[in-house]
C-alpha cells in the first residue's frame, strides 16, 4: 500500500456569495501524477491555491502525509515540501536563472544574516554546495550555459523550466503544476510531457497537475479529476474519464454527449 | 521636409522660451559674467555695465550651435540641405521669437519703467546689456544671430561630428570598447591580482593624504558626502533590495543622532559616556526604532507604507521638539557639546574625523556588499521583486523585511551619532524631511540596489552642489535641471546594479565540471 501525500476532505472556498471549491474530496498516493481538468472558471487554480496556502479554506481539511496543512503561512507549506508554479511565469524576472533557482532552495538553506557578513567555513561550503546543485537542476531542466542570463531574457519554454527548476530546488515531496505546457506548441509540449514524466519516474516526486491539453492530460496521469462550478464531477483513470457523460457535458454543453456517441460511432464505421 | 519645418518649429520653441526665460532670470547675464571671468576679460563680481558684450553674443552662438546640432540630430543626415535646413528652422523660429520678446524690452526700456518690483532680476542696466548696449535694431540682431548660429551648428555637426560615427557610436560604442579591452589585454590587466592591490593602495594613499592637503571646508564636505553614502548604503538596504519605499528615513538619522547626543552631552542628562561605546548605543537604539516600527507596519505595502513611514519620520521630529519632552531632549535648543572621538588621548582634529569617517564608509560597503550576494540578500530581492511568490517559495516575508528595516536604520544610526558627533551640536532642524528626500534621491539617481551607485550618488547629490557654486543662486537652479536630464537619460541609475555571474565564477573554479562543450556563455 503506497502512502497518501495530499488528502483534501470537504474541501470548500467560499468568495462573498459564491462558492469557488465546493466540498472536494481528493486523494493523491505516493509517485503518481493526479490532473486536475474542467473548463475555464471550474476551480481548478482556487483549489490549488488552497492547497499551497495561498487562501484559507473555510471548510474541511487539507492533509500533508496525515498531518492537516490548511490555514499555515505559504512559507511554511512550502518549507514542508510543497512547491508550486504558477499559470502565468511567476520568475523573479531581475534576477538570474541561477539565483531564481537558488532561492528556490531557501527553506533548505541556514545561512543567517550574521554567517553573511562573517563568511564562515560551514557559510561558504553551504553557498557553494548550493551553487553545484542548482548548476544540477539547471542542466536537468536543459538550461546548461543559460545560468547568468536575466530570467526575464530567457524564452518563453525556458521560462517555464525554469520555474521549475526553482519548484524542484526545494526538495519538494508534492509538486504542483498550474498549466505547464500553457502557450507551448506541440514538440515543446511533448517535451515537456516527457520533463514531467521523468520527474515522477527518476525523482520520484508527487504530481498534481492542472492542464488544459488533453493530450497532456491522457497521456502522463496516472487519475484525473474534473471540476465543474467547484464540485468534482468525476474522477478515475484517463480511460474511464474520456467516457464519462457528465464530463462531456461540462466541456461541450448538454445534449453533447449523445452527440459525441454519435460522433464516436461514425468514426469507428469509418474505420 | 514637412516634418523637418515641424521639428524645427518645435524645437526653436523650446530654444527661444528658454533664452527668453534666461533673460529674465538674470541668468544671462551670470553666464556672461562667467564666460568673462573664463576669457580673463572681466572679473567674476563685474557690475552689469562693466561686462563686454561679446560675451553675451557668445553665450547666445553657443546656446544656437548645441541647438542647431540637436536640431539636425533627427534627421538622416545625408545631404547638407536635410542638415541645414532643420537648423534654419530652428534658428528663424527662436530668434523669432526672441526679437518679439526683444522689442518688447525694448520699449520697456525706451520709455525708463523699472521691472525689479516684478522681476527683481531685470533693471534697466541689465535691459540695457541684453539689448547689446541699448541698441535700437537689437531684435534684428538678435534674430540674425540666432539663425546663423543655428545653421552654424547644424553645419558644425554634420562636418565636424559626422553622423555614420555618431549612428555607429550610439549602437556599438559599448561593443566597441568590449573589443578594445579584450584585444588591447587591458582585461588582463584589469583582472590582473596586483593590479587591483596597487589601485587600492594608490586608493588608500590618496584617502590618507588628500584630506591633510585640501583643507577643513573640504574635509567638511566630503566627510558630509561621507556620511550621506552611509545613510544611502542603509536605505539602499531598505528601497533598493527589499523594496520598501520609506520615506521617513530621517527618524533612525535622528533616533542615532539623539541617542548619542543624549548619552554625550552635559545637559540635560550629564551622562558623559565614552565616544566610541555612544556610537554603538546609537548604533543599537536605531536599529531598535527599526524593529519597532516595523512590526505594526510591515504587512503595508507601496504607497500606504511610504506614506505610514513619511509621518513616522515628522513624529520624531517634532516629539523632539515639543515641550513635552524639553526636559528630556532640550527642546529646539538642540543638545550642545556633543562627544569627540579621542584616540590614546589625543583629540581628533578635522583630518582625523575624516578618516574616521572613511573607515567606517568601507566597513559599511564591505558589510552591504556582503549581504547583498548572500542568502539574505537574495531573499531581500525576491521579496522586492514580487512578495507573494518570494513567500510561496518559502522565505519568511515578515522576517527578512523586519531584518531590512533593522540594518537600515543601523547605518542611519551610525551616521547620524557621526553627523551630530562631528558638529558637535544637534537640533531638531537637523532632522527634517529634506534628509530623507536627499537620500531616496542619491539612491535613485545612483541606481537602486547598487551599492557603487549610492557612492556615485552621494557625490553627485552633495558633492556637485560644491563645484556648482560659480554659479551662486542659479545652483539649485543648475543642480535641479541636472538631475531631469540624468533621470530622463538613465532612468536606471547612474551606475545600475548588475547581478553576479555564479555559473560562470562556479566553472572558473572547477574548470573539471564544466559542460563538455567547454562554452559557457557569461
Redesign the interface.
Known amino acids: 500500500m503506497t502512502e497518501t501525500v495530499i488528502q483534501t476532505h470537504k474541501l470548500s472556498k467560499i468568495f462573498g456569495g459564491l462558492t469557488a471549491v465546493d466540498s472536494v474530496d481528493l486523494t493523491v498516493p505516493e509517485r503518481s501524477i493526479a490532473s486536475i481538468i474542467g473548463p475555464n472558471g471550474a476551480g481548478k487554480t482556487t483549489f490549488f491555491n488552497c492547497v499551497s496556502g495561498f487562501y484559507t479554506p473555510e471548510e474541511g481539511d487539507v492533509l500533508f502525509y496525515g498531518k492537516p496543512i490548511q490555514g499555515n503561512a505559504t512559507d511554511k507549506i512550502c518549507a514542508m515540501g510543497i512547491s508550486r508554479t504558477y499559470q502565468n511565469i511567476r520568475l523573479f524576472s531581475q534576477m538570474t536563472a541561477i539565483e531564481n533557482i537558488i532561492i528556490g532552495k531557501h527553506p533548505r538553506l541556514k545561512g543567517t544574516w550574521l554567517e553573511a557578513i562573517l563568511h564562515n567555513p560551514r557559510y561558504m561550503n553551504e553557498e557553494e554546495e548550493a551553487v553545484k546543485e542548482a548548476l544540477h537542476l539547471l542542466e536537468f531542466v536543459g538550461l546548461e550555459g543559460l545560468g547568468d542570463h536575466l530570467a526575464r531574457n530567457l524564452p518563453y519554454g525556458a521560462q517555464r523550466r525554469l520555474e521549475i527548476a526553482r519548484a524542484l530546488a526545494n526538495h519538494p515531496k508534492l509538486l504542483l503544476l498550474d498549466e505547464p505546457t500553457a502557450g507551448m506548441n506541440s514538440q515543446e509540449t511533448a517535451d515537456m510531457t516527457a520533463f514531467i514524466k521523468s520527474l515522477r519516474d527518476d525523482l520520484g516526486i508527487t504530481i498534481l497537475l492542472i492542464e488544459h491539453d488533453m493530450k497532456v492530460v491522457m497521456g502522463i496521469s496516472d487519475q484525473i479529476t474534473v471540476l465543474d462550478y467547484g464540485t468534482k464531477i468525476a474522477e478515475g483513470k484517463p480511460k474511464e474519464i474520456q467516457a464519462n457523460q457528465r464530463v462531456i457535458e461540462a466541456y461541450l454543453g448538454p445534449g453533447a454527449a449523445a452527440l459525441s456517441k454519435k460522433f464516436q460511432r461514425k468514426r469507428s464505421h469509418d474505420a | 521636409m514637412r516634418t523637418s519645418i515641424k521639428n524645427g518649429i518645435r524645437l526653436g520653441s523650446i530654444v527661444g522660451v528658454v533664452l527668453i526665460f534666461f533673460h529674465l532670470t538674470g541668468f544671462s547675464v551670470v553666464a556672461s559674467s562667467m564666460l568673462g571671468n573664463l576669457l580673463g576679460n572681466a572679473s567674476r563680481t563685474a557690475n552689469v555695465t562693466r561686462l563686454p558684450i561679446i560675451n553675451l553674443i557668445i553665450f547666445i552662438t553657443l546656446l544656437c550651435i548645441f541647438a542647431g546640432g540637436i536640431a539636425s540630430k533627427n534627421k538622416e543626415i545625408d545631404s547638407w540641405g536635410n542638415t541645414l535646413i532643420p537648423g534654419a528652422i530652428t534658428g528663424a523660429f527662436s530668434g523669432l521669437l526672441v526679437a518679439i520678446f526683444v522689442y518688447l524690452i525694448g520699449i520697456v526700456y525706451a520709455q525708463n519703467i523699472d521691472l525689479r518690483n516684478y522681476l527683481p532680476e531685470v533693471g534697466l542696466p541689465t535691459i540695457n546689456y541684453l539689448l547689446f548696449d541699448g541698441k535700437k535694431f537689437a531684435s534684428l540682431l538678435y534674430f540674425g544671430l540666432m539663425t546663423v548660429g543655428c545653421i552654424a551648428g547644424a553645419a558644425f555637426f554634420k562636418s565636424v561630428i559626422r553622423a555614420d560615427w555618431r549612428k555607429k557610436a550610439q549602437t556599438t560604442s559599448v561593443q566597441t570598447f568590449k573589443k578594445f579591452v579584450k584585444k588591447s589585454g587591458i582585461q588582463k590587466f584589469i583582472g590582473n591580482k596586483i593590479t587591483v592591490y596597487v589601485f587600492l593602495a594608490v586608493a588608500a594613499l590618496l584617502l590618507y593624504f588628500l584630506p591633510t592637503q585640501w583643507g577643513p571646508y573640504w574635509n567638511y564636505i566630503m566627510g558630509t558626502v561621507g556620511i550621506y553614502i552611509l545613510l544611502g548604503l542603509g536605505l539602499n538596504i531598505i528601497v533598493g533590495l527589499s523594496g520598501q519605499l520609506v520615506l521617513g528615513y530621517v527618524a533612525f538619522f535622528a533616533i542615532g543622532a539623539y541617542a548619542f547626543g543624549l548619552m554625550t552631552a552635559l545637559e540635560p542628562h550629564a551622562i558623559s559616556m565614552n565616544f566610541w561605546l555612544a556610537i554603538g548605543f546609537a548604533i543599537l537604539a536605531a536599529a531598535l526604532t527599526g524593529i519597532l516600527l516595523g512590526l505594526p507596519i510591515l504587512n503595508l505595502r507601496g504607497d500606504y507604507l511610504a506614506i505610514v513611514t513619511l509621518g513616522f519620520g515628522e513624529i520624531i521630529r517634532i516629539l523632539i521638539k515639543s515641550d513635552m519632552l524639553t526636559g528630556f531632549t532640550n527642546g529646539p535648543s538642540g543638545l550642545n557639546g556633543l562627544a569627540q572621538p579621542r584616540w590614546l588621548g589625543n583629540a581628533f582634529t578635522d583630518i582625523n574625523f575624516f578618516h574616521l569617517i572613511v573607515i567606517f564608509v568601507i566597513v559599511a560597503i564591505f558589510?552591504a556588499n556582503?549581504?547583498q550576494s548572500?542568502?539574505?540578500?537574495?531573499?531581500w530581492?525576491?521579496i522586492s521583486?514580487?512578495q507573494?511568490?518570494?513567500?510561496?517559495?518559502?522565505?519568511?516575508?515578515f522576517k527578512y523585511k523586519l531584518?531590512a528595516l533593522a540594518?537600515g536604520a543601523a547605518f542611519a544610526g551610525l551616521g547620524g551619532a557621526l553627523f551630530a558627533s562631528r558638529n558637535q551640536f544637534t537640533g531638531p532642524e537637523d532632522h527634517i524631511l529634506m534628509v530623507s528626500i536627499n537620500v531616496l534621491c542619491l539612491v535613485i539617481v545612483g541606481g537602486m540596489g547598487s551599492i557603487p551607485g549610492v557612492v556615485v550618488g552621494a557625490f553627485v547629490l552633495k558633492g556637485v552642489p560644491e563645484l556648482l557654486r560659480d554659479l551662486e543662486s542659479y545652483r539649485l537652479l543648475a543642480f535641479g535641471a541636472l538631475l531631469v536630464v540624468m533621470m530622463v537619460m538613465r532612468p536606471e541609475g547612474l551606475w545600475p546594479k548588475g547581478?553576479?555571474?555564479?555559473?560562470?565564477l562556479?566553472y572558473q573554479k572547477h574548470p573539471k565540471?564544466s559542460?563538455p562543450d567547454g562554452?559557457?556563455?557569461?
Open positions: 558589510i556582503r549581504l548572500s542568502r539574505t540578500g537574495r531573499a530581492l525576491a521583486a514580487d507573494t511568490v518570494a513567500q510561496a517559495t518559502g522565505i519568511n516575508t531584518l540594518l547581478r553576479p555571474a555564479l555559473e560562470a562556479y565540471d559542460p562554452e559557457v556563455q557569461s
